[in-house]
Protein backbone atom coordinates (compact mmCIF):
# COMPACT_ATOMS: atom_id res chain seq x y z
CA UNK A 1 0.00 0.00 0.00
CA UNK A 2 1.09 3.63 -0.70
CA UNK A 3 2.50 5.57 1.97
CA UNK A 4 1.23 9.37 2.75
CA UNK A 5 4.08 10.85 1.07
CA UNK A 6 3.96 8.54 -2.26
CA UNK A 7 -0.05 9.59 -2.08
CA UNK A 8 0.71 13.56 -1.90
CA UNK A 9 3.13 12.77 -4.98
CA UNK A 10 0.62 10.86 -7.26
CA UNK A 11 -2.44 13.59 -5.84
CA UNK A 12 0.25 15.90 -7.18
CA UNK A 13 0.15 17.81 -4.02
CA UNK A 14 3.59 19.99 -4.41
CA UNK A 15 3.78 21.99 -1.18
CA UNK A 16 2.41 19.13 1.45
CA UNK A 17 4.91 17.00 -0.45
CA UNK A 18 7.87 18.35 -0.45
CA UNK A 19 7.47 19.68 3.19
CA UNK A 20 6.83 15.71 4.50
CA UNK A 21 10.16 15.57 2.53
CA UNK A 22 11.64 17.95 4.55
CA UNK A 23 10.17 17.14 7.60
CA UNK A 24 11.20 13.68 7.86
CA UNK A 25 14.71 14.30 6.54
CA UNK A 26 14.74 16.86 9.74
CA UNK A 27 13.82 14.10 11.95
CA UNK A 28 16.45 11.74 11.15
CA UNK A 29 14.79 9.37 9.14
CA UNK A 30 16.66 7.15 6.64
CA UNK A 31 16.91 9.44 3.43
CA UNK A 32 17.33 6.66 1.08
CA UNK A 33 13.57 5.40 2.82
CA UNK A 34 12.29 8.60 1.84
CA UNK A 35 13.29 8.67 -1.66
CA UNK A 36 12.35 5.53 -2.04
CA UNK A 37 8.78 6.24 -1.06
CA UNK A 38 8.98 9.33 -3.34
CA UNK A 39 10.05 6.54 -6.42
CA UNK A 40 6.68 4.35 -5.47
CA UNK A 41 4.56 7.76 -6.21
CA UNK A 42 6.42 8.21 -9.39
CA UNK A 43 5.95 4.71 -10.63
CA UNK A 44 1.89 4.91 -9.87
CA UNK A 45 1.70 8.47 -11.67
CA UNK A 46 3.02 6.34 -14.80
CA UNK A 47 0.56 3.73 -14.16
CA UNK A 48 -2.18 6.50 -14.38
CA UNK A 49 -0.45 8.20 -17.89
CA UNK A 50 -0.46 4.87 -18.96
CA UNK A 51 -3.84 4.00 -18.85
CA UNK A 52 -4.94 7.50 -19.80
CA UNK A 53 -6.16 8.65 -16.47
CA UNK A 54 -2.76 11.56 -16.00
CA UNK A 55 -1.51 13.61 -19.33
CA UNK A 56 1.40 15.56 -19.85
CA UNK A 57 0.80 17.93 -17.78
CA UNK A 58 0.49 15.90 -14.50
CA UNK A 59 3.32 13.79 -15.87
CA UNK A 60 5.23 17.03 -15.45
CA UNK A 61 4.47 18.07 -12.39
CA UNK A 62 5.06 15.15 -10.90
CA UNK A 63 8.40 15.17 -11.93
CA UNK A 64 8.65 18.55 -10.77
CA UNK A 65 8.01 17.17 -7.17
CA UNK A 66 10.32 14.56 -7.54
CA UNK A 67 13.42 16.56 -8.47
CA UNK A 68 12.78 18.88 -5.47
CA UNK A 69 12.56 15.89 -2.49
CA UNK A 70 15.78 14.93 -4.27
CA UNK A 71 17.36 18.30 -3.99
CA UNK A 72 16.11 18.62 -0.42
CA UNK A 73 17.66 15.26 0.10
CA UNK A 74 20.83 15.31 -1.25
CA UNK A 75 22.75 17.38 2.00
CA UNK A 76 20.91 14.27 4.00
CA UNK A 77 22.71 11.74 1.56
CA UNK A 78 25.97 13.11 1.17
CA UNK A 79 26.35 13.05 4.98
CA UNK A 80 27.44 9.62 5.10
CA UNK A 81 30.03 10.36 1.90
CA UNK A 82 33.75 9.25 2.63
CA UNK A 83 36.16 12.27 2.09
CA UNK A 84 38.25 10.26 -0.74
CA UNK A 85 35.63 8.84 -3.69
CA UNK A 86 35.56 5.37 -3.88
CA UNK A 87 35.27 5.88 -7.57
CA UNK A 88 34.28 8.13 -10.69
CA UNK A 89 31.59 7.78 -12.57
CA UNK A 90 30.20 9.69 -15.89
CA UNK A 91 25.97 9.78 -16.04
CA UNK A 92 24.30 10.81 -19.59
CA UNK A 93 21.00 10.33 -20.94
CA UNK A 94 21.58 10.16 -24.67
CA UNK A 95 20.25 12.47 -28.01
CA UNK A 96 16.89 12.36 -28.32
CA UNK A 97 15.77 11.08 -24.54
CA UNK A 98 14.92 14.03 -21.98
CA UNK A 99 13.90 11.20 -19.38
CA UNK A 100 16.32 12.04 -16.19
CA UNK A 101 14.34 10.90 -13.02
CA UNK A 102 16.04 7.83 -13.02
CA UNK A 103 19.83 8.54 -13.91
CA UNK A 104 18.97 11.61 -10.88
CA UNK A 105 18.35 8.78 -8.39
CA UNK A 106 20.84 6.47 -9.48
CA UNK A 107 22.85 9.57 -9.44
CA UNK A 108 21.85 10.50 -5.85
CA UNK A 109 22.26 7.17 -4.86
CA UNK A 110 26.00 6.70 -6.07
CA UNK A 111 27.19 9.65 -4.39
CA UNK A 112 25.05 8.35 -1.22
CA UNK A 113 27.83 5.59 -1.74
CA UNK A 114 30.62 7.62 -1.96
CA UNK A 115 31.18 8.54 -6.10
CA UNK A 116 32.40 11.41 -7.51
CA UNK A 117 29.30 11.55 -10.27
CA UNK A 118 29.41 13.89 -13.70
CA UNK A 119 26.28 14.17 -14.65
CA UNK A 120 26.61 15.56 -18.18
CA UNK A 121 22.37 15.76 -18.44
CA UNK A 122 19.68 14.73 -21.19
CA UNK A 123 19.50 14.87 -24.91
CA UNK A 124 23.47 14.97 -24.61
CA UNK A 125 25.34 13.79 -28.40
CA UNK A 126 27.75 11.03 -28.37
CA UNK A 127 30.44 13.75 -28.46
CA UNK A 128 30.12 15.28 -25.71
CA UNK A 129 30.47 11.97 -23.82
CA UNK A 130 33.75 11.19 -25.33
CA UNK A 131 34.67 14.80 -24.94
CA UNK A 132 33.81 14.13 -20.50
CA UNK A 133 35.14 10.68 -20.91
CA UNK A 134 38.75 11.59 -22.16
CA UNK A 135 38.22 14.68 -19.68
CA UNK A 136 37.29 12.64 -16.64
CA UNK A 137 38.82 9.34 -16.98
CA UNK A 138 36.27 7.96 -15.09
CA UNK A 139 35.75 4.19 -13.80
CA UNK A 140 32.24 4.10 -15.07
CA UNK A 141 30.07 5.46 -17.71
CA UNK A 142 26.21 5.33 -17.27
CA UNK A 143 23.72 5.51 -19.81
CA UNK A 144 19.93 6.38 -18.61
CA UNK A 145 17.16 5.67 -21.24
CA UNK A 146 13.33 5.54 -21.58
CA UNK A 147 12.78 6.43 -24.79
CA UNK A 148 13.51 3.61 -27.38
CA UNK A 149 14.82 5.88 -30.14
CA UNK A 150 17.58 6.81 -28.14
CA UNK A 151 19.32 3.33 -28.26
CA UNK A 152 20.87 4.02 -31.66
CA UNK A 153 22.83 7.20 -30.23
CA UNK A 154 24.01 4.98 -27.16
CA UNK A 155 25.52 2.63 -29.74
CA UNK A 156 26.94 5.34 -31.61
CA UNK A 157 28.51 6.63 -28.11
CA UNK A 158 29.78 3.28 -27.58
CA UNK A 159 31.43 3.03 -30.95
CA UNK A 160 33.08 6.88 -30.94
CA UNK A 161 34.08 5.96 -27.30
CA UNK A 162 35.94 2.35 -28.67
CA UNK A 163 37.61 4.37 -32.03
CA UNK A 164 38.65 6.92 -29.18
CA UNK A 165 40.53 4.22 -27.84
CA UNK A 166 38.86 5.11 -24.38
CA UNK A 167 36.41 2.49 -23.88
CA UNK A 168 38.29 -0.30 -22.48
CA UNK A 169 39.59 2.06 -19.52
CA UNK A 170 35.73 1.90 -17.76
CA UNK A 171 32.64 -0.42 -17.27
CA UNK A 172 29.79 0.67 -19.50
CA UNK A 173 26.38 0.31 -17.75
CA UNK A 174 23.02 0.80 -19.48
CA UNK A 175 20.03 1.56 -17.13
CA UNK A 176 16.35 2.94 -17.73
CA UNK A 177 12.15 1.64 -17.97
CA UNK A 178 13.05 0.07 -21.84
CA UNK A 179 16.21 -1.33 -21.33
CA UNK A 180 17.17 -5.50 -21.74
CA UNK A 181 19.56 -7.63 -21.71
CA UNK A 182 19.28 -7.16 -25.54
CA UNK A 183 20.13 -3.67 -25.10
CA UNK A 184 23.21 -4.37 -23.18
CA UNK A 185 24.06 -6.56 -25.83
CA UNK A 186 23.23 -4.25 -28.97
CA UNK A 187 25.25 -0.95 -27.34
CA UNK A 188 27.81 -3.40 -26.00
CA UNK A 189 27.51 -2.15 -22.37
CA UNK A 190 29.62 -4.32 -19.66
CA UNK A 191 26.23 -4.18 -17.10
CA UNK A 192 22.55 -3.74 -17.09
CA UNK A 193 19.41 -2.94 -14.89
CA UNK A 194 16.29 -1.28 -14.36
CA UNK A 195 17.29 -0.69 -10.63
CA UNK A 196 19.51 1.47 -9.49
CA UNK A 197 20.25 -0.11 -6.25
CA UNK A 198 21.46 -3.02 -8.61
CA UNK A 199 23.84 -0.36 -10.34
CA UNK A 200 25.26 0.63 -7.36
CA UNK A 201 25.90 -2.95 -5.88
CA UNK A 202 27.57 -3.84 -9.05
CA UNK A 203 29.76 -0.28 -9.18
CA UNK A 204 30.77 -1.48 -5.39
CA UNK A 205 31.50 -5.08 -6.55
CA UNK A 206 33.86 -3.79 -9.25
CA UNK A 207 35.55 -1.38 -7.20
CA UNK A 208 36.24 -3.67 -4.19
CA UNK A 209 37.53 -6.32 -6.81
CA UNK A 210 39.93 -3.75 -8.04
C1 LIG B 1 7.81 10.86 -16.18
C2 LIG B 1 7.69 10.59 -17.67
C3 LIG B 1 7.89 11.67 -18.53
C4 LIG B 1 8.31 13.07 -18.05
C5 LIG B 1 9.84 13.04 -17.86
C6 LIG B 1 10.30 13.97 -16.75
C7 LIG B 1 11.78 13.79 -16.49
N1 LIG B 1 12.39 14.88 -16.10
O1 LIG B 1 12.33 12.71 -16.61
C8 LIG B 1 7.88 13.96 -19.24
C9 LIG B 1 6.44 14.40 -19.01
C10 LIG B 1 8.72 15.19 -19.54
C11 LIG B 1 7.88 12.93 -20.38
C12 LIG B 1 8.00 13.28 -21.71
C13 LIG B 1 7.90 12.36 -22.74
N2 LIG B 1 7.64 11.07 -22.67
CO1 LIG B 1 7.65 10.10 -20.99
N3 LIG B 1 7.30 9.10 -19.52
C14 LIG B 1 7.39 9.29 -18.19
C15 LIG B 1 6.96 8.02 -17.39
C16 LIG B 1 5.53 8.19 -16.91
C17 LIG B 1 7.80 7.67 -16.19
C18 LIG B 1 9.30 7.56 -16.46
C19 LIG B 1 10.01 7.65 -15.13
O2 LIG B 1 10.55 8.69 -14.76
N4 LIG B 1 9.95 6.54 -14.35
C20 LIG B 1 10.48 6.52 -12.98
C21 LIG B 1 11.99 6.30 -13.01
C22 LIG B 1 12.49 6.43 -11.58
O3 LIG B 1 12.22 4.99 -13.51
P1 LIG B 1 13.45 4.62 -14.47
O4 LIG B 1 13.80 5.75 -15.35
O5 LIG B 1 13.24 3.28 -15.06
O6 LIG B 1 14.70 4.56 -13.47
C23 LIG B 1 14.94 3.51 -12.52
C24 LIG B 1 15.89 2.44 -13.05
O7 LIG B 1 15.65 2.13 -14.40
C25 LIG B 1 17.25 2.97 -12.74
N5 LIG B 1 18.00 3.67 -13.79
C26 LIG B 1 17.60 4.66 -14.61
N6 LIG B 1 18.59 5.06 -15.38
C27 LIG B 1 19.68 4.34 -15.06
C28 LIG B 1 20.97 4.35 -15.58
C29 LIG B 1 21.91 3.45 -15.09
C30 LIG B 1 23.28 3.46 -15.66
C31 LIG B 1 21.54 2.54 -14.05
C32 LIG B 1 22.53 1.58 -13.54
C33 LIG B 1 20.24 2.56 -13.52
C34 LIG B 1 19.33 3.45 -14.03
O8 LIG B 1 17.09 3.88 -11.67
C35 LIG B 1 15.73 4.17 -11.41
C36 LIG B 1 15.36 3.68 -10.02
O9 LIG B 1 15.54 2.31 -9.88
C37 LIG B 1 7.10 6.88 -18.49
C38 LIG B 1 6.13 5.70 -18.35
C39 LIG B 1 6.70 4.61 -17.49
N7 LIG B 1 5.83 3.95 -16.78
O10 LIG B 1 7.90 4.35 -17.48
C40 LIG B 1 6.85 7.68 -19.78
C41 LIG B 1 7.52 7.20 -21.08
C42 LIG B 1 8.97 6.81 -20.82
N8 LIG B 1 7.47 8.45 -21.95
C43 LIG B 1 7.22 8.16 -23.15
C44 LIG B 1 7.09 9.16 -24.16
C45 LIG B 1 6.67 8.66 -25.53
C46 LIG B 1 7.34 10.52 -23.89
C47 LIG B 1 7.27 11.69 -24.88
C48 LIG B 1 7.81 11.41 -26.29
C49 LIG B 1 5.79 12.13 -24.90
C50 LIG B 1 5.39 13.16 -25.91
N9 LIG B 1 4.44 12.74 -26.70
O11 LIG B 1 5.94 14.25 -25.96
C51 LIG B 1 8.10 12.78 -24.15
C52 LIG B 1 9.63 12.60 -24.34
C53 LIG B 1 10.37 13.43 -25.23
C54 LIG B 1 11.82 12.93 -25.30
N10 LIG B 1 12.43 13.16 -26.41
O12 LIG B 1 12.39 12.33 -24.39
C55 LIG B 1 7.07 6.68 -23.43
C56 LIG B 1 8.32 6.06 -24.12
C57 LIG B 1 7.95 5.02 -25.16
C58 LIG B 1 9.16 4.37 -25.76
N11 LIG B 1 9.28 3.09 -25.51
O13 LIG B 1 9.97 4.95 -26.42
C59 LIG B 1 6.77 6.13 -21.98
C60 LIG B 1 7.23 4.68 -21.73
C61 LIG B 1 5.23 6.26 -21.77
C62 LIG B 1 4.42 5.37 -22.69
N12 LIG B 1 4.06 4.18 -22.25
O14 LIG B 1 4.13 5.73 -23.78
N13 LIG B 1 7.77 11.70 -19.91
Known amino acids: MAGELSVAIV ?9 MVKDRAERDSDPIQI ?16 AGD ?26 ARPVQPLGTVVLATLKGDIHDLGKNI ?8 GFDVHDIGVDVTPALV ?7 APDFVGFSALITSAFDSMKQASELLWEAGLRDRFKLMVGGGV ?9 GADFQT ?8 YCLSIIGGK
Open 54 to 79: YFLAELMLSAEIFKGAVSILDPYLSK
Open 11 to 19: ELERDKALA
Open 35 to 50: LDECRRGMTIVGERFQ
Open 179 to 187: TTPMVKDYI
Open 106 to 113: FSTLLKSQ
Open 194 to 201: TDATAGVD
Open 130 to 136: VDRVREV
